[in-house]
């Protein structure tokens, strides 16, 4: 499977109180072309940092990005700030400043990428139309409720058609309904793009990860550990073991 | 009560129980004889009855059936509730008495438990990502049992990822107090 983005052997740490904190040891995944793949971690572990590595918004100390076969680290802040309009698309729940207006908001990165105002107005307008989103044309992001801020972000992915959709926390805790929705939406637009692109998410649950094809579980020591679905290329079977633990359930029959 | 429910499910030799409650029931692991011996006391009491003795010398061979009171039973049960439900954690209870000696043997079969339940979490995940990929070329099945079983397999996966990262926390918790106690930050008594 090509892989869309790539992160090889990264390292990321802070300086926190005069002491250097690592937050990311040693992360290499990657996202394949009509690929979801999740990162599960508890809130404030680190996940943001790596997806913002991962994104190009941050730097790592140490390691490799790519995106296709374009190494990230090293670029220019001109050619990543196009990159991240237009090939790679971030998506959280914070969204934009609170006053934009949401048909604004979803054409965005096609009007700076010189696609014009009226075709990106007319872009975003058939992405909202598709997720079922019309009703917020002409609202405030301020506006929306959190289900509604989930479809105009992934009305966004829709408009802007990026080679990786990049989300932060956005599908947590919708509730097992709601993160079936929305994770048929995120498989549509992958399927919509001939598999072009691939989605990478962070979830502070499995469930809200669950209709992901590969799940990484975020350790505590910044480490990523593979729970479910095979590395890239890879098609080993993990069988199920013998010795699974079972002594929690009440042995009365 | 399990015993019970497969009996309800179809009439069955006491040695076809006792395969079910294994294939049904696999994480459980109930012990070997729960069908033998529970099967004569659910006569007894007038849930299950005798349809059919086995050949002599074979009680495994002996076929039960559900009465009208069995079921009555069983539906009490699904619709009781046991608050707050009883959790017989194995590691719960070894922490308690472990000492610092007994850590890194501990940590160890945390360690296994957890890649045990990532696993089943591993299972369980893709049959769910294969339900789905179903769902959405044809749609949504109309049988409440295939939807029951569907909402089985979520459950499933749910249960085990939360077991998997509880495992992982925690072991990454021991981990750091063996560290400490090796650098000699803690008395580790």
Redesign the interface.
């Given at each position: 499977m090509a892989e869309v983005l790539s992160t090889e052997g990264v390292w990321k740490g802070f300086s926190r109180g005069g002491r250097w904190t690592g937050v990311l040891e040693d992360v290499s995944f990657q996202v394949g072309r009509g690929e979801v793949v999740a990162i599960v971690g508890g809130r404030l572990g680190g996940k943001t940092t790596l997806l913002k590595v991962a994104a190009g918004m941050e730097r790592p100390d140490k390691g490799s990005v790519s995106l296709g076969d374009r190494q990230l680290i090293g670029l220019g802040d001109r050619h990543l700030a196009r990159l991240l309009g237009h090939e790679i698309l971030w998506l959280d729940r914070d969204g934009p400043g609170l006053e934009m207006e949401v048909s604004r908001f979803v054409g965005w990165p096609l009007a700076v990428c010189g696609r014009g105002r009226r075709e990106a107005e007319r872009a975003a307008a058939r992405a909202l139309e598709r997720v079922g989103a019309r009703e917020c044309t002409g609202r405030r992001w301020s506006e929306l409720s959190n289900w509604q801020r989930v479809l105009v972000g992934l009305a966004r992915a829709y408009a802007a058609g990026p080679r990786v959709v990049i989300v932060d926390d956005l599908l947590d805790a919708l509730g097992t309904r709601a993160t079936e929705e929305a994770s048929d939406l995120l498989r549509s637009l992958v399927a919509e793009s001939e598999c072009r692109c691939g989605v990478l998410m962070s979830a502070s649950d499995v469930e809200s990860a669950m209709f992901a094809d590969r799940v990484w579980s975020f350790t505590r020591r910044g480490r990523l550990k593979l729970m479910s679905g095979q590395p890239s290329g890879e098609g080993e079977i993990i069988p199920f073991p013998q010795h699974a633990p079972t002594d929690r359930v009440p042995r009365e029959a | 009560?399990?015993?019970l429910g497969l009996v309800i499910q179809q009439e069955d030799t006491v040695a076809g129980v006792a395969r079910r409650?294994n294939d049904q029931?696999a994480?459980?692991?109930?012990?070997r004889t729960?069908?033998y011996?529970?099967l004569p006391i659910l006569a007894q009491n007038g849930h299950v009855r005798l349809i059919a003795k086995g050949p002599p010398n074979e009680p495994t061979l002996d076929r039960y059936g559900a009465t009208p009171a069995g079921v009555e039973v069983l539906r009490d049960w699904l619709r009781s509730t046991e608050l707050p439900p009883?959790?017989?954690?194995?590691l719960q209870c070894k922490l308690e008495f472990i000492t610092a000696d007994d850590l890194v043997a501990f940590i160890q079969i945390v360690r296994?438990?957890e890649?045990?339940?990532?696993?089943?979490?591993?299972?369980a995940?893709?049959a769910?990502?294969r339900e789905?990929r179903s769902r959405?070329a044809k749609g949504r099945p109309q049988d409440w049992r295939t939807r029951l079983r569907g909402i089985q397999t979520?459950d499933t996966?749910?249960l085990s990822?939360?077991m998997?990262?509880r495992l992982?926390?925690l072991r990454?918790e021991l981990e750091e107090l063996h560290e400490e106690i090796s650098a000699g930050g803690s008395d580790g008594g």
């Open positions: - | 009560m399990m015993v409650l029931f994480t459980a692991r109930f012990p729960a069908a011996k529970n009883g959790i017989r954690d194995v296994e438990e890649e045990a339940y990532t696993a089943a979490y591993d299972i995940h893709s769910v990502v789905q959405r979520k996966a749910n990822g939360l998997s990262k992982e926390h990454e």
